[in-house]
């Protein structure tokens, strides 16, 4: 089955931790992305890849870093910088960066001990 | 900068009744607006979508509306069941460049049997 997968599912974070939060799709899409999801707000962009290899900040991109190694995988890294991490993170891809059609995986929720 | 409106934040019906879901996009460039369903502790899933060369369009019991001179769209949804409970979020891609979606902030659907 084609499609986007996230993990954990749930994702604990102690203070000063960096973590990393895993997406992989095999829908042999080009760009991908990631967002951050609050409580009674929308999506927000927090870095976006148009092709392997490149990234670019998004709206809230602060406190966090992404990688783009391979087309398959968008791994983001939620770091210490970060003081207010705790939301659902939710991954997309489309097949070009230009393409309006987004794909979301099933979100991962991370939460501060 | 660019902003999209989403009312209301609540809605409740009976099983049978329909939904209305309304939001305003400030970007006159924008020409693509899809609407996505998000489940409990799931991702948001694509349910319909429509471009600016359009004023409707349907999928069996779900229909959408945009009315570009008043730069709004609407999401309907008929003879609604308990399954349709869940957060919807409608999106406008915003212009020049890359495929960012600005999204609403979200509304939650109840439906009772």
């Known amino acids: 089955d084609g499609g986007i997968t996230q993990s954990p599912k749930y994702l604990f974070r102690k203070e000063g931790q960096n973590v990393t939060l895993s997406c992989e799709q095999n829908l042999n899409h080009d760009a991908m992305y990631w967002y951050r999801q609050d409580p009674g707000q929308g999506l927000r962009l927090i870095y976006y890849?148009?092709?392997?290899?490149?990234?670019q900040k998004g709206d809230i991109a602060e406190g966090y870093s992404v990688s783009r190694e391979k087309k398959e995988s968008f791994p983001l890294t939620v770091t210490s910088a970060q003081k207010n991490p705790t939301a659902f993170y939710l991954c997309a891809s489309s097949t070009t960066a230009t393409s309006g059609i987004q794909y979301f995986g099933p979100g991962t929720r991370l939460l501060v001990l | 900068g660019e902003n999209v409106e989403q009312h209301p934040s609540t809605l409740s019906v009976q099983e049978g009744d329909s939904a209305v879901i309304k939001c305003t996009y400030s970007d006159s460039a924008s020409n693509y607006f899809p609407w996505y369903k998000q489940e409990l502790g799931k991702g948001s899933q694509l349910i319909i979508d429509i471009r600016s060369n359009v004023g409707e369009k349907k999928d069996q019991r779900i229909a959408v509306t945009l009315n570009k001179t008043a730069k709004h769209f609407s999401l309907h949804i008929t003879e609604t069941q308990p399954e349709d409970s869940a957060v919807y979020f409608c999106a406008a891609l915003a212009s020049g460049g890359y495929n960012k979606l600005i999204f609403g902030a979200g509304t939650r659907l109840a439906v009772h049997p």
């Open positions: 890849s148009q092709i392997v290899n490149d990234f």
